[in-house]
């Protein structure tokens, strides 16, 4: 086996405040992680070479999918959108490590080509940490 994952096999979830439930309708997505870079150099740094450390992390997820009028996914971003609020995530792999945390939804773009299929996009920024929880062990596999 090659360890290798299909970007179609990782799914992003949203999970609906009120119920808890879990739904899910994402096509492709990006998890991005980024950290600030603190300058460390100091007079005794050997050979002139800059140090630095890490400072403030911060998380996004951009992610389109399908437009499906029915899509219960699509109508809690899009209510969670309109009312201002956050939104709870989790991006799966197919393994069950999952990368989670709670977002402002900063970007919900609905396309409608002349002659293509509509789609709609949204850009999630991360409010916090982002969380990983590895994949439950299974004993004896």
Do not use: H
Request: proline share 3%; charged share 25%; hydrophobic share 40%.
């Amino acid at each position: 086996m090659s360890g290798k994952v299909s970007g179609m096999k990782v799914k992003l979830f949203i999970k609906e405040a009120m119920s808890g439930k879990v739904l899910a309708g994402q096509r492709n997505a990006t998890l991005n992680r980024s950290a600030e870079s603190i300058d460390a150099t100091s007079k005794d740094t050997e050979g002139f070479w800059k140090e630095s450390i890490q400072g403030f992390k911060e998380w996004s997820i951009d992610c389109d999918g399908a437009f499906i009028e029915s899509d219960e996914a699509y109508k809690i971003l899009e209510t969670a959108f309109l009312a201002s609020e956050n939104v709870d995530v989790y991006l799966e792999l197919p393994s069950g490590t999952k990368y989670e945390g709670n977002a402002t939804i900063t970007d919900f773009s609905l396309e409608a080509p002349y002659d293509d299929l509509v789609t709609w996009s949204i850009a999630l920024q991360g409010n916090g940490a982002l969380t990983t929880t590895a994949a439950p062990v299974v004993p004896g596999v």
